[in-house]
Every structure is written in structure tokens, then in C-alpha cells.
């Protein structure tokens, strides 16, 4: 167990971490085949290991800190980052990262870690404990980007109204890592409906309404119901925060 304490304090592993507290490859091998069969440590994936906890026999790292480790880039974004930061609306099973690495999915302890390719470092900052995740602005970029594949929309508006207030500048910066004019649009429009609430400038949104597209689109699959928003060539919801009101069984397709 001389190796126990160090790799506690880390939460989770992989087989380099060990050569490094180990001295060499054949004696990290040895240990990790040691500590697994104690039950010292658990195999969450290929190459990567929770330690247990001796006083709860449960894993020590959070899903968060897992996700982080899984790639040297590993980053907690999307729907789980809104989670981290308290303004998840639900509790998913399902945790998403980004990572440029081939990374398949996995499950381990209950969760489901749905990796997604990166795009960028913007607004990526690391915690001291050890998370690595997106920044509330990228984070809602994200999300606004992907919506329709991550939680759907009503989700990502019950997260937007949690949040006490974005920087227009962190925003912009976001944007531009994907430097889609559609996404300015459709930024643009779910962020008006918030503006109060999230202490967004004009200029932010004068901004967002230069860089958007000429063309007029959706902002997801057509509905009836839907109308033309003029500032932003966007068809959509006439009122989004009625989405929220009426709640997800009148909007269960977005």
C-alpha cells in the first residue's frame, strides 16, 4: 500500500501516472495488477483507474474528475458543465467532455461518458480539483450550438434562467471558435429573450447581429407556429419563455 496515499490524492489514474510514482513500467504494471485485485482500485476504462476509498468502498473521483482524465485534453462541457456549475435544471446520467483524442464511449458506475470532439481551448480552465470544463460562456455557446442533440431546448432555456449573468466579451470569443453566422443568429435570439436577466449589453447583441448570416433560417426543425423574427432572420417560437411555461410535453420533438 506504500503507493496508496499518492494515488488517492490524484482520485483516478492512468498507467503513465503509475510509471511515474512506480519507477518503471514493470513495476507500474505489477502494482496496478496488485491494487486491482485488492480491490485498492477500480478499471473505469481502458488505461484509466478510480482509486476506492478503504472507509466507504466507494470510488473516490467524481464524475467530473473521471471525465477529465480520460485524455490529457479531456474537458467537462456541454449539458454536464451546466451541472458543475449548479445551473442544470436536471440531473443527466450521461456526462459530456470534449476531447480531440479518439475516445469511444464508456460507462462506469452508473454514468454514461459521451466523449465529443473538441474545437477549440477558448475558455477551457482547469479547477483545483483537478476538472477540467468549459467556461460558463463556452459552455452556453455550446449548448446553444447542439441543443437539439444535448437536453433539447426547453432544457438549455431552465438553464439560462439560473444563470445570474454572462460576459458579452467571453461570448463573442466562443462564437468565433465555431464562426458560424447561423449561430450568431440563433445566439442572438435565445440570449434576447434573457437579456435582463443576464446582464448582456446592446453591444454584445449589435455584435452578434453583424456576424449573422444573410440568410434566413431555423432555429430548429420547422414547426406550425413558428415566426420570422425580423432582427434575426430567424424563424422560431414567437415567445421562447413560453416554452418554459407550457413545458416539455407541448415541445417533446425540440
Not at 185 to 198: M, N, P
Not at 234 to 239: C, G, N, R
Request: charged share 30%.
Amino acid at each position: 500500500m506504500k503507493l496508496y496515499k499518492e494515488l488517492a490524492a490524484m482520485r483516478c489514474f492512468t498507467h503513465n501516472d503509475m510509471v511515474k510514482l512506480s519507477g518503471s513500467e514493470n513495476s507500474a504494471a505489477w502494482q496496478i495488477k496488485k491494487y486491482l485485485k485488492k480491490g485498492y482500485i477500480e478499471r473505469v476504462r481502458r488505461d484509466l483507474y478510480a482509486v476506492i476509498s478503504l472507509e466507504t468502498e466507494q470510488a473516490i473521483p467524481n464524475r467530473f474528475q473521471i471525465a477529465s482524465k480520460v485524455a490529457d485534453d479531456a474537458c467537462v462541457s456541454h449539458h454536464s458543465a451546466f451541472e458543475f456549475y449548479g445551473y442544470g435544471n436536471q440531473v443527466f446520467y450521461d456526462l459530456y467532455f470534449t476531447t480531440e483524442k479518439r475516445v469511444r464511449p464508456f460507462y462506469y458506475d452508473g454514468v454514461n461518458y459521451c466523449p465529443l470532439m473538441s474545437r477549440s481551448g477558448v475558455g477551457v480552465t482547469e479547477t483545483g480539483a483537478g476538472v477540467r470544463i468549459t467556461s460558463l460562456e463556452r459552455t452556453v455557446v455550446d449548448c446553444i450550438a447542439e441543443f437539439e442533440k444535448i437536453g433539447g431546448l426547453e432544457e438549455l432555456l431552465r438553464c439560462l434562467i439560473l444563470i445570474p449573468g454572462l460576459d458579452g466579451d467571453k461570448l463573442l470569443e466562443s462564437l468565433e471558435v465555431y464562426g458560424f453566422g447561423q449561430l450568431y443568429q440563433k445566439t442572438g435570439f435565445i440570449l434576447e429573450a434573457f437579456k435582463d436577466e443576464l446582464l448582456l449589453p446592446d453591444t454584445f447583441f449589435e455584435e452578434c447581429e453583424k456576424k449573422s448570416s444573410a440568410s434566413k433560417t431555423y432555429l430548429y426543425e420547422r414547426q406550425e407556429g413558428f415566426v420570422l423574427h425580423e432582427r434575426w432572420k430567424l424563424f422560431a417560437p414567437e415567445d421562447l419563455r413560453t416554452i418554459i411555461n407550457k413545458g416539455v410535453t407541448d415541445y417533446d420533438a425540440v
